[in-house]
């Protein structure tokens, strides 16, 4: 068992690993929130999230992750947690797909946006400081394949405690009573032998898997004099812009998904391509594009998470959300060497986004 003592500005965590597929080293790192909910934050390095990545090395692990799936029936369904794992979620829906192409791959995801669609489920994720989670009823046909559909895939980047992936089994189990198995997806499961049969338990007949590339547990002892507050205008709320309902918020065949191929930047220097809250998906494999022509391509997104500066939290952007222009949304690590390049999936979320006011780019709508 390998062993590790992390210290960061907000305690010490005690890490013990019984798994490790890849390197911690290479899959994350530590930092602080400013949430009194809850101090510690495991910060994936392969998500395109708060830090950058090479597309290839986010398809690597999606690639991992996917090939741990077994998949014996004809369709499978792929659930992102949003909005940290959706592009890790759907690059591993795309990744199954690809993997296995006689199976129908149908991704969906949880969504803090109002869409004009009826609501499936509503679940809450108690820790975090946006709580609120929205699944939305998929139309037909997706819907009536989502009926036949006896296993579910969920994905999110690490499992704690588990306790927002049980809600949202047992919220599936609910809504399609035909479903028999659900795997948990992540880059990090900390679960402990017996919390994995207590959900078990509390999922009663469902066949319940759990896949990861790192798996222990840990502890965290929190500094007493650490309490955080949350910033002011924190976008905690469902946000009520206008927002596109085929990026994945109402489901989709994972081969069919459409954006507008944008041309090569027409500078030949490095670029990062920044998605935006929970458009990360399309972005994502656009950069993917773009690196499998040569260029020199990271990937990163912008977030809701209020996060500390320091460890390893190097850069941090405070911006006004597109989404409610009056509070607050975050970018971190934005390297200063690099052209920018931001995609949003509307030019009303172009125009509200403060980002580039702070740090000046080229905006992009892939629609």
Not at 58 to 77: F, H, I
Not at 139 to 155: C, E, F, G, S, Y
Not at 230 to 236: A, F, K, R, S
Not at 317 to 327: A, D, G, L, Q
Request: proline share 6%; charged share 20%.
């Amino acid at each position: 068992m390998k062993k590790l003592t992390v210290n960061i500005i907000a305690g010490c965590l005690q890490v013990n690993l019984t798994q490790e597929t890849m390197p911690l080293e290479t899959l994350l790192t530590f930092a602080s929130r400013e949430n009194p909910k809850r101090g510690y934050l495991f910060v994936s390095k392969v998500l395109g999230k708060h830090i950058p990545c090479p597309p290839s090395r986010m398809r690597a692990v999606q690639n991992a992750l996917a090939k741990q799936v077994t998949l014996n029936d004809p369709q499978v369904l792929v659930v992102g947690m949003a909005e940290t794992a959706i592009a890790l979620a759907g690059g591993v829906a795309h990744s199954l797909s690809q993997q296995n192409p006689d199976v129908d791959v149908i991704y969906t995801q949880t969504t803090r946006h109002t869409l004009t669609q009826p609501i499936a489920f509503t679940i809450d994720e108690n820790h975090s400081h946006a709580p609120d989670h929205i699944v939305y009823q998929m139309p037909a046909p997706l819907n009536d394949i989502a009926k036949q559909t006896r296993h579910v895939v969920i994905v999110d980047d690490e499992i704690s405690t588990g306790r927002t992936l049980q809600v949202l089994s047992k919220k599936f189990q609910e809504h399609y009573p035909q479903i028999e198995k659900i795997t948990w997806v992540s880059i990090a499961n900390w679960l402990t032998d017996a919390q994995q049969q207590s959900h078990r338990a509390m999922l009663a007949g469902l066949e319940i898997e759990f896949i990861s590339l790192l798996a222990g547990h840990f502890s965290f002892q929190q500094h007493s004099e650490f309490n955080p507050k949350l910033p002011d205008n924190i976008d905690g709320g469902i946000a009520k812009t206008q927002a596109r309902k085929d990026t994945g918020r109402m489901g989709l065949r994972i081969n069919e998904l459409s954006y507008r191929m944008m041309p090569p930047p027409e500078k030949s220097e490095p670029v990062v391509i920044v998605g935006h809250g929970e458009f990360v998906l399309q972005p994502y494999l656009w950069a993917e594009a773009l690196e499998k022509q040569g260029m020199d391509v990271l990937f990163q997104s912008t977030t809701r998470s209020p996060i500390m500066s320091g460890d390893a939290i190097e850069r941090k952007i405070e911006f006004s959300n597109s989404n409610t222009p009056s509070t607050t949304q975050f970018c971190y690590n934005l390297p200063n060497d690099r052209q920018i390049i931001y995609s949003y999936e509307t030019a009303e979320h172009a125009a509200l986004c403060g980002l580039r006011k702070k740090h000046p780019g080229q905006a992009v709508i892939l629609c």
